[in-house]
Nanobody
């Protein structure tokens, strides 16, 4: 499985950005795919996840109502739409994948893309 994240950048507080993750290497029918983030000097935290087969979504409390995770089955693409961004959302964002069952622990995810930096600052 190969994952490639893209779409980060510098965004003003209150702004929006969409991250993309291109997945390849196998079919993902029994997989959960997720986004994690790591701020400088902090641990890597769960952001959101999606069950590939059904589209069921899961969110960290800190992003609920502001971020949306979705996927395009045919293109094998996963996205994270980030709205109402705050400075505390600044981090390197990683996409990841695992076979079921669902988990929000990063150590259970087997496959990782490279990170993409999101900086929220005026």
């Amino acid at each position: 499985v190969q994952l490639q994240a893209s779409g980060g950048g510098l965004v003003q507080p209150g702004g929006s950005v969409r991250l993309s993750c291109a997945a390849s290497g196998r079919t993902f029918s029994n997989y959960y795919m997720g986004w994690f983030r790591q701020a400088p000097g902090k641990e890597r935290d769960f952001v959101a996840a999606i069950r590939w087969s059904t589209g069921k979504t899961y969110y960290a409390d800190s992003v609920t109502g502001r971020f949306t995770i979705f996927r395009h089955n045919v293109k094998n693409m996963m996205y994270l739409q980030m709205n109402s961004l705050k400075p505390e959302d600044t981090a390197v964002y990683y996409c990841a994948a695992k076979e079921g069952p669902y988990s929000d622990y990063d150590v259970t995810y087997n496959y990782w893309g490279q990170g993409t930096q999101v900086t929220v600052s005026s």
